[in-house]
């Protein structure tokens, strides 16, 4: 009995103290910045500044419109960095899109330290850099690639903007995580990015991208935002993982899509030639 009671307080006191480093540490795993980023920006782009209220001044790479284009306000995946958010708007940006590449706090050589609250802040630096710069809402896309997902749907949450576009996005972080380590309870993820609570509370056109090999955001999310989203344009691409967004075929998809969506009623697209 003795035995058995000693046991079972050890089981306790680890279960306990895995809890505790899993509550505390959990950011550290969620949140994998690349060590390495670009320090200068890539032809056709400056590198610019954004301004948080919580103080932090935060990197971002910016490339204009052309004329009668939108400008897409790109959230990047995580363990990635800039470079890679070029990679993922090959597409738009070649279809003479505008691109605001957001970089993260914690992430790029960026000051401070990522998560949820946070990434909402570097959000809304973001819209108000778009906003100084002369970008009319109605000419703003808001794009999040996976953990991007959060902050682009918070934004297009609180912002008058011309579409949300969200691309291997989950329903909510804890949703990803249970479905990666099971044995994890809901309740121990601290950061929620609670997309599928929040897109019927989303006034512009959402456009859903995903793909059927996904393992690592599964194809349920996309059910379960679909769910919350019923009139969201839906595209399931066959035979593509986690990596769909870097794909060449579902950037064409993006890209025609964004062309698609109608101009505010008494705007006239601007004279060709």
Do not use: C
């Amino acid at each position: 009995m003795k035995i058995a009671a000693n046991g079972l307080l050890f089981l306790l006191v680890f279960a306990l103290a895995a809890t505790a480093i899993l509550y505390t540490q959990q950011r550290r795993l969620l949140f994998p910045a690349p060590g390495q980023y670009p320090a200068e920006p890539p032809p056709g782009f400056a590198l610019v500044h954004t301004a948080t209220d919580d103080g932090l001044r935060l990197s971002a790479f910016y490339r204009p419109a052309a004329p009668g284009k939108k400008t897409l306000l790109f959230f990047h995946g995580n363990g990635d960095n800039m470079l890679g958010a070029i990679e993922a708007t090959r597409g738009p940006a070649g279809a003479g899109h505008g691109l605001l590449l957001a970089e993260y706090r914690g992430y790029g050589g960026n000051p401070g330290s990522p998560g949820e609250a946070g990434f909402y802040r570097d959000g809304e630096a973001a819209m108000r850099w778009l906003a100084d710069a002369g970008v009319a809402p109605h000419d703003i896309v808001v794009v999040g690639n996976s953990i991007g997902s959060g902050p682009a749907t918070e934004m297009a949450r609180r912002h008058k903007v011309a579409a949300l576009i969200l691309v291997s996005g989950f329903s909510d972080l804890p949703a990803v995580v249970q479905s990666q380590v099971p044995l994890i309870p809901r309740w121990l993820v601290r950061d929620r990015f609670d997309n599928a609570a929040k897109l019927g509370r989303v006034a512009a056109p959402v456009f859903l991208l995903h793909g059927d090999a996904d393992t690592l955001v599964k194809p349920d999310n996309l059910d379960r935002l679909k769910a919350a989203r019923p009139d969201a344009t839906v595209a399931l691409v066959a035979g593509t993982g986690h990596e769909l967004a870097y794909t060449a075929p579902a950037q064409a998809v993006l890209t025609r899509w964004v062309e698609s969506l109608a101009r505010p009623s008494g705007l006239k697209a601007p004279p060709q030639g």
